[in-house]
């Protein structure tokens, strides 16, 4: 393995070890019927993002608080599997991550709801982070297509 590969491999490894560690935490806790322990966290976030759907857009989006479990479940699988393809060096990886990243953030680090200015500072950090996420995982899909063209 050349220098190159292996700098660009621990890097990715170093990426991906945050969504691993955060989904497999997830996946321990997960219940099909309930969520587990991260709807208690989940489901208050979710109503607040929906109702700010409703009143910014005046759409109601007909999604049932049972139906969450599908989404936390879709977003570990996103979290797990993209961080595994990420790793392996697959742009696919990289996809999958973009769309938890991005969908996730806005819901679960709403640092503009928080009225405890130290809480309010957590969530503010947690969300900026994820737009960094958001940007190097751009960053390397952008270095991807290049090399593909060269290649």
């Not at 660009?8 to 997830?26: E, N, T, Y």
């Not at 996103?78 to 996730?104: K, P």
Request: hydrophobic share 55%.
């Amino acid at each position: 393995m050349a220098a190159g590969s292996t700098v660009s491999f621990v890097g990715r490894l170093l990426f991906a070890l945050l969504f691993l560690s955060s989904g497999a935490q997830k996946l321990q806790s997960f219940n099909v019927t309930t969520g587990g322990p991260v709807m208690s966290l989940m489901a208050p976030k979710m109503d607040t993002f929906l109702g700010h759907i409703k009143d910014i857009t005046h759409i109601d989006i007909p999604l049932e608080k049972e139906h969450y479990v599908l989404l936390l479940g879709a977003a570990i699988f996103l979290e797990l599997a993209g961080a595994a393809l990420f790793l392996a060096n697959y742009s696919a990886g990289a996809y999958m991550l973009l769309l938890f990243t991005a969908s996730v953030t806005p819901v679960i680090h709403n640092w503009w709801d928080i009225k405890d200015q130290n809480a309010q500072l957590v969530e503010l950090i947690m969300f900026f982070k994820n737009i960094a996420l958001v940007g190097a995982l751009l960053f390397y899909l952008g270095g991807q297509a290049r090399r593909l063209r060269i290649d």
